[in-house]
């Protein structure tokens, strides 16, 4: 049913969920996270009955609307569960690259259109490991502003040779270009070298990024 499929996929992620849905649901969920996963959730409907719930995740949106509940798992899987409290909810699974993207895609539009209850991370959470470089690159600049000395560890692939590889170095730049939709991290290695990286799908820098871990000392 959808009850034990939507706990498989939360139990088998490792790094990252995003989270899009009603507060009916949170007390749930709740129960099936562990806390040491990056969770952003997006509530659609009033959220005050659910307060002490909302500690759970890194960051939580508020936008009022009807839609779909998603939950995306470490970029590489969703479910779609549609129509507000249908009697027999039906969930689809979605592991389909050409799929997800523009899920994950709507997802982020809902984010950049909500508003922010929550934000930990970079503040009470200091180290967390994300698939998605936008959340990395929020917490980077997050950390930014409190001058404190920030890493970063990314595995990949090199964009021209496909080659896998892990990266560790200082984030010194980051650019998001929100009408090409391309979002760039720039770090330095501890050899000098400056190496541009990209989330999943890049094209146009050095390197893809898998999963980046953000941390400071």
Known sequence: ??????RELIE???????????????KDLVDKIRGDISM???????????????????????????????IVSDLRKAMLIPRFRRENPIAYLIEDPELLSPIVS???YLRETSNRLVYRLGDVIKR??????????????????RDEKIYVEIEGVWVSSKKHDHLRGKPIETIRDKFQE???LII??????????????????????????????
């Open 40 to 70: 952003c959730l997006i509530l659609y409907d009033k959220y005050e009955n659910i307060i002490e719930n909302l500690i759970y995740f890194d960051e939580v949106w508020y936008k009022p609307t009807l839609g779909p509940t998603i």
């Open 128 to 145: 967390r490991t994300f698939r998605s470089l936008l959340r990395a690159i929020e917490m980077i600049n997050t950390m930014r502003k």
């Open 106 to 108: 709507y997802y982020f």
């Open 188 to 217: 330095e290695k501890e050899d000098g070298s400056k190496i541009s990286v990209g989330g999943l799908g890049a094209v146009y820098e050095d390197f893809e990024a898998y999963r980046i871990t953000v941390y400071s000392l």
């Open 1 to 6: 049913g959808v009850a034990s499929a939507l």
């Open 12 to 26: 088998k992620t490792s790094d990252e969920l995003l989270i899009a849905t009603y507060s009916y649901m949170i």
């Open 182 to 184: 391309i979002t760039t």
